[in-house]
């Protein structure tokens, strides 16, 4: 009985390395390798153009101003697959918070008797109807580095008058607007 399970166990042991002695011969097992194939590639795409990255920043950054909030700091470096995820998450959040002005449906409405977003007649400019001293005391920046309002974007237009409006002038720049709209 014990001799026939020693030979079992013998006969299992041969099949095994039988087995695998022509596996070899086939060549079934692959050669290794330093590095694997995969991780050769992601070293490879870690790399980015900091240009890209150099943009979105700049772009969060604007907005940022614009909204009124603190601008971002990252200590990556802008070359890094981190640095343009971060960023380009910062973006992401930034556009959606400055495409809800807290008080859109108010400013649209006063647009909508003021004038064209490309209004240029002086001396009020922009789909809101700014003049110039209450440009220069909401968006000096803005002012600095676009022009008048007739060039700035609806959206700059409203969060201007929206900086305003958090100021303590409310709706008053615009007082027989803002009447017809149901604001004052």
């Known amino acids: 009985m014990n001799q026939k399970r020693a030979l079992l166990t013998v006969l299992a042991v041969l099949v095994t390395v039988v087995a695998t002695a022509s596996a070899l011969a086939a060549g079934g ?7 694997p194939k995969k991780a050769i590639e992601l070293v490879a795409r870690r790399h980015v153009n900091p240009k890209v990255t150099q943009r979105l920043r700049a772009a969060t950054w604007r907005w940022q101003i614009v909204i009124g909030l603190r601008r971002t ?8 697959r981190r640095a343009l995820l971060y960023w380009r998450r910062h973006a992401r959040y930034v556009r959606k918070l400055a495409a809800r002005p807290p008080h859109k449906r108010g400013w649209l409405c006063i647009h909508h008797f003021e004038g064209s977003w490309r209004d ?13 001293s209450f440009m220069s005391s909401y968006a000096p920046r803005l002012l600095l580095r676009r022009g008048w309002a007739n060039r700035w974007t609806p959206l700059e237009q409203m969060w201007v008058a929206e900086r305003a409006h958090r100021s303590g002038r409310g709706y008053g720049p615009w007082p027989n607007t803002a009447r017809y709209c149901g604001l004052l």
């Not at 097992?29 to 590095?35: D, E, G, V, Y």
């Not at 240029?120 to 700014?130: E, F, K, R």
């Open 73 to 80: 700091h990252s200590a990556v470096p802008l070359n890094t």
């Open 29 to 35: 097992l692959p050669k290794k390798r330093a590095f």
């Open 120 to 132: 240029s007649s002086d001396p009020y400019w922009g789909g809101l109807q700014m003049d110039r």
